[in-house]
């Protein structure tokens, strides 16, 4: 659970009392490195550690917006409010500057690309899988 890759031996003794912390207890994804072996299956599904957690991260309509709901919703509003500040500024440098000084320089066509690059640009990589995973 801590993924750290350091070989751990195990044994059929439990070593904590705490079942998350012994020696003795694979969780899916562990590998083995050496020996032999055998196992027994003492959880599936939505009684596993994964599971409980998946649990935690889920409401019902009816529960308050938890605290990492509120983190997100928080941090995508940075994010939009980041995005329309840029747009806006571009727009405003390119109509009360640019397009006089330099009219050929940048075109309407080019200027509404530039805005839909901002808007891609400021959207990051990770968020859309990371919100449809914890809902």
Not at 89 to 100: Q, Y
Request: aromatic share 8%.
């Amino acid at each position: 659970m801590t993924g750290e890759s350091k070989p751990v031996t195990a044994t059929v003794r439990c070593t904590n009392p705490n079942f998350m912390e012994t020696t003795n207890i694979g969780f899916y994804s562990s590998l083995v490195e050496q020996g032999t072996g055998e196992g027994v299956v003492i959880a599936t599904g939505e009684n596993t550690v994964l599971g409980k957690m998946s649990r935690l991260t889920r409401s019902d309509p009816g529960d308050e917006i938890t605290c990492i709901q509120r983190e997100v919703n928080r941090f995508v509003l940075f994010i939009v409010m980041a995005a329309m500040v840029g747009i806006t500024s571009l727009w405003i440098f390119w109509v009360a500057w640019l397009e006089f000084v330099h009219p050929t320089f940048v075109t309407l066509n080019g200027i509404i690309l530039n805005s839909i690059a901002m808007i891609v640009a400021f959207l990051p990589l990770g968020l859309p899988s990371a919100v449809t995973l914890g809902k």
